[in-house]
């Protein structure tokens, strides 16, 4: 328990949204994804995930960790079938967002849901790292109304919001985590997956890898950092992480990018240099084909709709 203490203390975690939404039309999506982490919690109507299309109930909460795909219904019928890029696109359709708190947990077919991220000394992200699925958290009641104070506090401007928002993020991720060892999920990943936190060479290479995204990530400059020979630098990384380091970098990149497309007006040429890519065009093929959508596609919805 000592070491999950370690690790949960060295966690950096940033609130990304929450919303309150209304189901416009029963729908499934086949492939939803996201960079962060989503906790969904059902108010009222039906919800169900993965190929065997379990079920939440409601007052049960659906957690999708970041990076991670996933087949997700809305409504007690499947309805239309359509991809991750589709609902980007088309959200408005699907969903109407809920700005009135007296309809939190009362308006028919509505969820609430919480987006964070959670990185292990700032630079991987935690629940991707563990290769956890998507997961039914039943029977937290702490955890719903985390969920529901973090939406009502994004839903009202008044003083020391932020703060509150960052400290009910905090405890949801903890609460997240304590749920895991609690219930004894996913023993064998925890037990494959969480030991390489322990590495000082490989925190190192996050460490160097997060403050240098734009510079020079080569297999020859990573072996500098961890102080092992360049032909091992790759089997090391990945014999303790279960990626190879390119794809690490890649992912990094990408998660970076989709951040400076959310937060700043850099035209797409200047984030993709910014994360590392002197070739624009391939910067957005390679965007398009981890997120299935290109990048000024994904800044327009996040600028039109933002939920």
């Not at 007690?76 to 969903?95: A, C, H, R, Y």
């Not at 529901?148 to 509150?164: A, N, T």
């Not at 997956?193 to 400059?221: H, M, Q």
Request: charged residues 25%; glycine residues 6%; contains cysteine.
């Amino acid at each position: 328990m000592e070491d999950y203490n370690k690790i949960i203390e060295s966690l950096g975690v940033r609130f990304i949204k929450a919303k309150n939404l209304v189901l416009q039309q029963p729908f499934t999506v086949r492939n939803y994804y996201d960079v962060g982490n989503n906790l969904i919690l059902l108010h009222k109507g039906s919800i169900s995930f993965g190929d065997e299309e379990q079920a939440v109930e409601e007052g049960e909460l659906l957690f999708i960790p970041g990076g991670r795909s996933t087949r997700v219904r809305y409504g007690s019928s499947e309805g239309k079938v359509i991809s991750n890029d589709d609902l980007i696109t088309n959200k408005e359709k699907f969903f109407k967002n809920n700005s009135d708190l007296d309809l939190i947990g009362d308006a028919e077919e509505s969820h609430s849901f919480v987006s964070f991220e959670a990185k292990v000394f700032d630079s991987v992200n935690f629940f991707a790292s563990l290769d956890v699925p998507a997961f039914l958290i039943s029977g937290n009641n702490k955890l719903a109304n985390l969920v529901i104070k973090v939406v009502e506090e994004s839903m009202q401007d008044l003083p020391g919001r932020e703060r509150l928002i960052n400290i009910y993020t905090e405890n949801i991720v903890v609460e997240v985590v304590r749920h895991i060892l609690r219930n004894r999920m996913f023993v064998e990943q925890l037990a494959t997956n969480s030991t390489y936190f322990k590495d000082p060479r490989l925190i190192d290479l996050f460490n160097y890898i997060k403050e240098n995204i734009g510079g020079d990530l080569s297999n020859k400059v990573l072996s500098n950092v961890a102080n092992v020979s360049e032909d091992y630098v790759g089997q090391y990384f990945k014999m303790l992480t279960g990626i190879n380091p390119q794809d690490y970098i890649e992912y990094q990149r990408m998660e970076r990018a989709v951040f400076l497309l959310r937060t700043t007006k850099k035209s797409i040429r200047e984030i993709g240099k910014e994360v590392g890519y002197k070739d624009t065009a391939y910067f957005c093929r390679r965007f398009k084909m981890m997120f299935g959508i290109p990048a000024g596609k994904m800044r327009r919805r996040e600028s039109a709709m933002n939920i």
